[in-house]
């Protein structure tokens, strides 16, 4: 009876390892970013008279908020395979946002998420659009980002300025790699304009009443 045992206990073994053999291997994923500054341009210190803002953690639509690649020919959508983000796409973002603020603004230090420091005004970004959109099945897509960004009085709670940037970036090719390239230039060129914008519309308030 234990050898009946031992030999059915054998049997089922090499049925389970056989059975994984046939199990088929996932697609092999490749990881990319996005926004990172230009090749030869770094971060400077802050000039000596500068405004503080806040930056708050740019929202993100659900759709888009992770590490997928949303692609969108009319009205249906899927996510492009064998493609993701190293990381979510929104702490991608707020980094590479950082990141411009340190190496182009002229009036400006962007007090980031991480940072405990207190400012007067904070920098809302609401990324409403972050796709890559296709005229057809098969056709070359232009990436696409829509951001309404506000820039808020913390005293008073109040909205000092805002505006709905839209940057479109075509891409070379139906290509995964010229897609991510369409999605990095279109985001350094959308951090640019909030630098810009910002540099423009923040003013020198006392933080004294700031919470």
Known sequence: MIRLLKGVAAVAAV??????SLLSTPDPVQLYRFGNLPSGVSERESPASTVQVAMRRPEFAQAVREDRILGVTGTEAAYIKGARWVS???????????????????????????ELTRASQALDIDVRTFEARYASPGAAPVVTIIARVRLLNA??????????????????????????SA??????????????????????IPASGAR
């Open 15 to 20: 049925a389970v390892l056989g059975g994984c």
């Open 88 to 114: 979510s796409a929104d702490v991608l973002f707020s980094d590479s946002l950082e990141s411009a603020f340190a190496a182009q603004a002229t009036r400006v230090r962007l007090v980031g998420p991480r």
């Open 183 to 204: 999605f990095d230039a279109a985001t350094r060129e959308l951090n640019s304009q909030i630098v810009a914008w910002t540099d423009q519309n923040a003013r020198d």
């Open 155 to 180: 005293q008073e709670r109040s909205v000092m300025a805002e505006r709905v940037f839209t940057v479109e970036q075509p891409a070379g090719e139906n290509r995964v790699g010229a897609i991510v």
